[in-house]
């Protein structure tokens, strides 16, 4: 019931917010000056429709026999965390304005160039236009390591390649202190020096940064793990957990150094607790949480519909959130090597969103957005009650 008042909402709003076709041939809902000219009950062949009391302002739907009136709140774009945020990536197939307008932020997967390039800053260019957040995922030791023939530890094998997951901690004990620092320089810098073209001096530029998913995949606490799942390991080991916290803190100091007010964002990978229950726990005390404002997923797949953050892990948003007492960002929409999978309907979902605000997720990114996915987001803001308790500190 739900999903379907959402469609019809979504597609009249797409109706009155300006398609180009002939309004004339379009039936408009029914208007009335008046509410209490309208019969409050409803048809069983009317459920499901809605009508405007007041256009683009106040509505009311059919729902169980009665007229429900509800309304379309007002909405200032751009990631707050007091808020539940929608946002989409940024695809170079889909870089027209009205694809983004109206969300809260937009993401970009950076790591695969040298330098700070033209698609990320159309990205930036968007953003500003739009009022979003950019929201980028700090991929750079993954994506090196691509140019050095490795690929992600669950599809390297079936591409020929050799996996993140066994030669992916000696290329940072090789490579970190020059080449990959070397390109957080670059990208850093590069978006600096862009947001000061674009914005007034006294604008504050914020965007959050997730930095390199799968991270943990590099650390000796996984490479064990996986040699008893997997049966491969780290070659010459895993990096030792604490080291692993010392690369985080330098690759936020050098973001920071050139964007002071970015937000940082830590990623999780759910599979940490497999093996051990408190892994969760051992994992983040090697990692100073005074520099991060959120953790992260990544690789998509994550359930909305569920306390399971993946069906095939045990971790739960609420152990994450409990556990690190940080707001949580979600992605959906694609799986294993990046693959978009189409827009995750079970995100739009407002008893979904409403259980997952509770458990701490504070967005969702959706990589394969649908085409009417602000209208979508526009309509769930309108019923969606979110309480977040770091908002009453």
């Not at 500003?128 to 992600?152: L, N, R, S």
């Not at 008893?228 to 330098?250: A, C, R, W």
């Not at 045990?314 to 994450?320: A, D, G, R």
């Not at 992605?331 to 997952?356: C, F, K, M, P």
Request: aromatic letters at 12%.
């Amino acid at each position: 019931m739900r999903l379907n008042t959402l469609a019809l909402f979504v597609l009249w709003l797409f109706v009155l917010n300006g398609c180009n076709e002939d309004k004339s041939s379009v039936t408009q809902p029914e208007q009335a000056d008046n509410p209490q000219q309208l019969p409050e009950t409803c048809e069983a062949s009317e459920e499901g429709t809605y009508r405007w009391l007041e256009e683009k302002v106040i509505f009311q739907i059919c729902e169980n026999g009665k007229w429900v009136s509800d309304s379309v709140k007002a909405h200032t774009p751009g990631f707050n965390p007091c808020q539940f945020n929608f946002g989409a990536a940024w695809r170079s197939n889909r870089e027209d304005s009205t694809y983004y307008s109206g969300l809260d932020y937009i993401s970009v997967w950076l790591g695969d160039n040298v330098f700070y390039n033209t698609f990320e800053q159309r990205m930036v260019e968007m953003c500003v236009k739009k009022h979003a957040t950019p929201m980028i995922y700090a991929y750079v030791i993954a994506e090196f390591g691509k140019d050095h023939g490795m690929d992600d530890c669950d599809v390297a094998n079936r591409n020929g390649k050799k996996s993140l997951c066994v030669y992916g901690a000696d290329l940072i004990r090789q490579y970190f202190a020059d080449s990959i620092m070397f390109r957080y320089k670059k990208y850093a810098r590069g978006m600096s020096e862009q947001a000061l073209r674009l914005l007034d001096a006294n604008e504050v530029f914020e965007p959050i940064w997730m930095i390199e998913p799968d991270f943990y995949q590099y650390s000796q606490m996984a490479s064990e793990q996986r040699v008893d799942n997997k049966g491969e390991e780290q070659l010459n080991g895993g990096i030792p957990d604490s080291m692993m916290g010392v690369y985080f803190k330098q690759i936020v100091d050098t973001i920071k150094y050139y964007l002071p007010d970015a937000k940082i964002a830590i990623d999780i990978s759910p599979w940490v607790t497999d093996k051990d229950s408190t892994g969760l726990e051992k994992w983040f005390s090697h990692f100073d949480m005074s520099l991060v404002d959120y953790v992260s997923t990544s690789g998509g797949r994550t359930q909305a519909n569920s306390e399971k953050i993946r069906n095939a892990n045990k971790l739960t948003w609420k152990k994450l959130y409990d556990t690190l007492k940080k707001p949580i960002l979600a992605d959906a929409g694609y799986s294993a090597g990046g693959n978009g999978t189409g827009h995750a309907v079970i995100w739009d979902d407002i008893a979904n969103l409403e259980a997952r605000a509770k458990d701490g997720v504070v967005g969702v990114m959706q990589m394969d957005a649908a085409l009417d996915y602000p209208l979508r987001a526009s309509y769930i803001r309108s019923r969606l009650q979110v309480d977040y308790p770091w908002c009453k500190e």
